[in-house]
């Protein structure tokens, strides 16, 4: 017997439920779940956000890029403070404000600084500031006054009868000492509240200072442009000792010290010495372009020479190898893979007066502060 056509399809689909049936449950049970699930996350009424979760992701610190200048709020820094050089800055500044890197790595503006001069910090107390200048030696200029901070910057205390002392660093025997310059060699034993000025000669300005291991040098420049290299002895602070001029050059100088090694720059060149200042040598290999072509204090620098421009202003060894030195002059950065027996400009950095050289994160971050502002280097 034959049945009719939509019997026979009535029937074939019947013969199908016993294998279709168990699909179907499956996936509805499967549906179900996934609905409940999506409802418990997005859109049940028990379900609360976290206070930190509503909070907008602050995002991470836009790196400088390497040869950018740094820029706070769009403003050009003029200085950065490195009190460790194994760790990144920690204060920096704008001509009238003073900036601290957060725990995120983000730089926070802490607040106005009193007056526009050099800040430095205790490297046993960071919130520990210091912060003065003092006008061109032998001029007539205003009294600049002398300020603490024990709070970060966040408020500041004139330091009452204390003027025109720009604060260098902070003594590493003893961190009550400070070091500062006053058209002479200044010094605090009590923290910047009080200051006694100490002349090897008159009328000889501190311009630079370096410690050492063999103890503390610094160069003392004149009205008349002529510096010596001395050591400073400070077993007792009260009385500091000067030891005859080691080097005498024109014009001011930088140097730099590790161990037995001691670099000067000047405008005649760089003079090296490895036995701790007994014998030197001197290079100008590399350096036509920023120093003079004869010797100042034997001949008179050429008119077109000064017009110019030249000197060296700050030397700063590598962390991590000390044959590479880094040299800041009146047309940039120059470097040295030798030792400081041959030189290199370096085209990261525009020229311009490079006047200090500040190396942060063990070597890996240089900051170059220049007349324009602050330069960062990675991986010098």
């Known amino acids: ?49 976290s206070p930190d979760s509503a909070r907008p992701t602050v995002p991470p610190p836009t790196p400088v890029p390497s040869g950018g200048f740094l820029r706070l709020d ?35 503006r802490v607040g106005d600084l009193p007056i526009e001069g050099r800040l430095i910090a205790d490297p046993s107390d960071p919130d520990l500031l210091y912060l003065g200048d003092h006008p061109p ?23 009452q009868e204390v003027r025109n002392i720009r604060p260098i660093l902070v003594w590493p025997a003893d961190n009550d000492v400070i070091i500062g310059s006053q058209c002479g060699l200044a010094i605090s034993q009590d923290r910047g509240v009080t200051w006694e000025r100490h002349l090897p000669e008159s009328e000889f300005d501190l311009t630079r200072l370096a410690v050492t291991q063999l103890g503390l040098y610094g160069v003392f420049t004149s009205e008349r442009d002529i510096s010596y290299l001395r050591r400073l002895r400070l077993e007792d602070p009260d009385q500091p000792e000067f030891d005859e001029p080691i080097i005498s050059f024109w014009g001011p100088g930088a140097i730099h010290a590790t161990g037995d090694r001691i670099l000067v720059g000047e405008p005649g060149g760089i003079h090296f010495s ?33 017009e110019e421009g030249l000197g060296i202003f700050a030397l700063e060894s590598d962390p991590a190898s000390s044959s590479r030195i880094f040299l800041g002059t009146i047309r940039g950065l120059y470097i040295s893979e030798d030792g400081g027996r041959s030189w290199g400009r370096s085209a990261e950095v525009d020229e311009v007066r490079v006047q200090q050289l500040d190396f942060a994160l063990s070597g890996s971050i240089l900051y170059v502060t220049t007349d324009d502002g602050v330069v960062v280097l990675h991986n010098p």
């Open 1 to 49: 017997m034959i049945l009719p056509l939509t019997r026979v399809r009535i029937a074939v689909q019947l013969n199908r439920w016993p294998l279709l049936l168990p699909l179907l449950m499956l996936g509805f049970i499967l549906s179900a779940c996934l609905a409940v699930e999506n409802r418990s996350a997005d859109d049940s009424p028990d379900a609360v956000e």
């Open 137 to 159: 030696c032998l001029s007539e200029g205003d009294p600049i006054p002398f300020y603490r901070s024990t709070d970060g910057g966040e408020t500041w205390q004139e330091v």
């Open 74 to 108: 769009g403003l050009t820094t003029r200085q950065v403070v490195v009190w460790d050089a194994e760790l990144p800055a920690e204060f920096a500044t704008t001509r009238t404000s003073l900036y601290r890197r957060s725990a995120n790595r983000n730089w926070t």
């Open 274 to 306: 490895d036995d701790g200042g007994r014998t030197w040598s001197t290079t100008r290999d590399g350096l036509d372009d920023v120093i003079a072509s004869v010797d100042p204090l034997e001949e008179d620098i050429p008119e077109t020479e000064l």
